[in-house]
């Protein structure tokens, strides 16, 4: 039973956290594009339901990985403990950060429709794509941190 958890654990993962990390990451310079390129913005609409729907089947990661921890009697490991930290702090980072910016621009997006106003929100536009592009980086590396604590495993009595 502990390896069809894991191996569920690690395929949510592989396929729930990619696209969304893939998907945030391509938003910001997309979103500067579309300031020029108008026909942009459905790739923007596209970049950020990807990232909320797969943000959503991305809860599964974390219950396949609590259950996998339990049968194998690690929950109370330091490396699992910071691994669950981290994992918290990047669903922080995505669902209070990330996707509403999205939103925002979005939002930004379809509001530009006076041309006397489109300096002002492009102006903003770039200012919040700088600030969307820092978060995603951080929510990228908090991924990367936890990954590489579940590949090390440090002080872990599996064995591997």
């Not at 396929?15 to 020029?36: D, E, K, N, Q, Y």
């Not at 669950?84 to 939002?107: G, H, N, S």
């Not at 600030?131 to 599996?158: D, E, H, K």
Request: aromatic fraction near 4%; charged fraction near 10%.
């Amino acid at each position: 039973m502990t390896k069809a958890l894991l191996a569920l654990h690690v395929i949510a993962a592989i396929l729930a956290v990619g696209p969304v990390s893939v998907a945030a990451s391509m938003f910001p310079a997309t979103a500067r594009r579309a300031a020029s390129e108008p026909t942009r913005r459905t790739h923007l609409t596209l970049l950020h339901r990807i990232c909320t729907v797969y943000a959503v089947i991305g809860v599964t990661v974390p219950v396949f990985g609590f259950a996998t921890a339990a049968s194998l009697h690690v929950l109370g490991s330091p490396w699992l403990v910071a691994s669950m930290a981290l994992t918290a702090a990047a669903a922080l980072v995505l669902a209070a950060v990330i996707l509403p910016a999205q939103q925002r621009l979005l939002t930004d997006r379809a509001a530009d429709a006076d041309p006397d106003t489109a300096v002002t929100v492009m102006t903003l536009d770039r200012a919040l794509c700088g600030r969307l592009a820092t978060y995603t980086g951080t929510f990228n590396l908090l991924w990367a941190t936890v990954t590489v604590l579940m590949i090390l495993r440090p002080g872990s009595t599996t064995g591997a």
